[in-house]
């Protein structure tokens, strides 16, 4: 899932822009200009690693994804966002300043009990400084709020919803039908809102991590899991992937090909 996660933000980062709306109630456009920030944060006790930090504007987004519940995540986050910001430090009139990165975490699994995390952080003159960030459960994200909303950025990662069940889907045929059903109107919605305006290579690379995240949620689940790839077109997918290949071999043919005839004519002179 954190594999797919960065995959996503280092490929198409635009696609994060809806999703940052959403959380954060900005309005930037799709085709905002994004500067990636590197993930790598070095430190005296060591590395760390944070899921995304994207620039828009003057302003730092930091969005970590989070499989499984995690009681110290606010701990975690303020450890992330204090290394973001020491890298981004100014200096004024001999006094540093360090900028918080505006930050959420996106829950891959659960509808959660709370909109936010936090934690309070008690300065020595006993002051209180409040450390919030959202907290987004993509099960709470049916598909046509992330359609109507362009949270493409999501469809990967819906599929988790049905691990506690993929047993009982891959068992009764109602069930297994009604799943292939909903993935064959999620595959209609992309094919109108990418394929049909152009955008073929954003719509192919969503289908395959689609397809990648429903293939490790169903691995023991071979009917779900083909049902699955099919409807999303992983055949046809395939088809396209054989055909690049077999085209490039030719290519690689014929120029071997033309390689040793200029070889031969070149010994025949001699």
């Known amino acids: 899932f954190d594999d797919v996660f960065r995959t996503m933000i280092e490929k198409m980062p635009y696609l994060a822009v809806p999703l940052i709306n959403e959380v954060f109630h900005t309005s930037y456009p799709q085709d905002v200009?994004?500067?990636?920030?590197?993930?790598?944060?070095?430190?005296?006790?060591?590395?760390?690693?944070?899921?995304?930090?994207?620039?828009?504007?003057?302003?730092?987004?930091?969005?970590?994804?989070?499989?499984?519940?995690?009681?110290?995540?606010?701990?975690?986050?303020?450890?992330?966002?204090?290394?973001?910001?020491?890298?981004?430090?100014?200096?004024?009139?001999?006094?540093?300043?360090?900028?918080?990165?505006?930050?959420?975490?996106?829950?891959?699994?659960?509808?959660?009990?709370?909109?936010?995390?936090?934690?309070?952080?008690?300065?020595?003159?006993?002051?209180?400084?409040?450390?919030?960030?959202?907290?987004?459960?993509?099960?709470?994200?049916?598909?046509?709020?992330?359609?109507?909303?362009?949270?493409?950025?999501?469809?990967?990662?819906?599929?988790?919803?049905?691990?506690?069940?993929?047993?009982?889907?891959?068992?009764?045929?109602?069930?297994?039908?009604?799943?292939?059903?909903?993935?064959?109107?999620i595959a209609r919605k992309l094919e109108y809102n990418l394929l049909d305006k152009g955008r073929e290579a954003q719509h192919r690379y969503l289908v395959e991590v689609i397809i990648k995240i429903a293939d490790y949620v169903f691995s023991n689940s071979e009917k779900t899991r083909k049902g699955v790839s099919r409807i999303m077109g992983g055949e046809v997918l395939e088809l396209k992937t054989d055909k690049l290949i077999n085209e490039i071999r030719q290519d690689v043919k014929e120029e071997v090909k033309a390689e040793v005839k200029e070889e031969v004519k070149a010994e025949v002179k001699e």
């Open 33 to 185: 200009p994004i500067i990636q920030l590197r993930n790598e944060h070095q430190q005296e006790n060591g590395e760390i690693i944070t899921d995304s930090c994207l620039k828009i504007g003057d302003k730092l987004y930091h969005i970590e994804c989070q499989s499984t519940d995690d009681t110290t995540m606010a701990i975690r986050m303020i450890e992330y966002d204090f290394a973001v910001s020491l890298e981004t430090k100014q200096i004024e009139n001999g006094r540093y300043k360090i900028y918080f990165p505006h930050s959420c975490v996106l829950y891959l699994r659960g509808k959660g009990r709370k909109d936010t995390l936090g934690m309070d952080i008690i300065m020595p003159d006993g002051r209180v400084i409040k450390y919030d960030l959202p907290a987004i459960y993509v099960e709470k994200y049916t598909q046509d709020i992330i359609f109507q909303k362009k949270l493409f950025f999501l469809l990967p990662f819906y599929v988790i919803r049905y691990e506690k069940s993929r047993e009982e889907i891959e068992k009764d045929h109602k069930k297994l039908k009604k799943l292939l059903d909903e993935y064959a109107i």
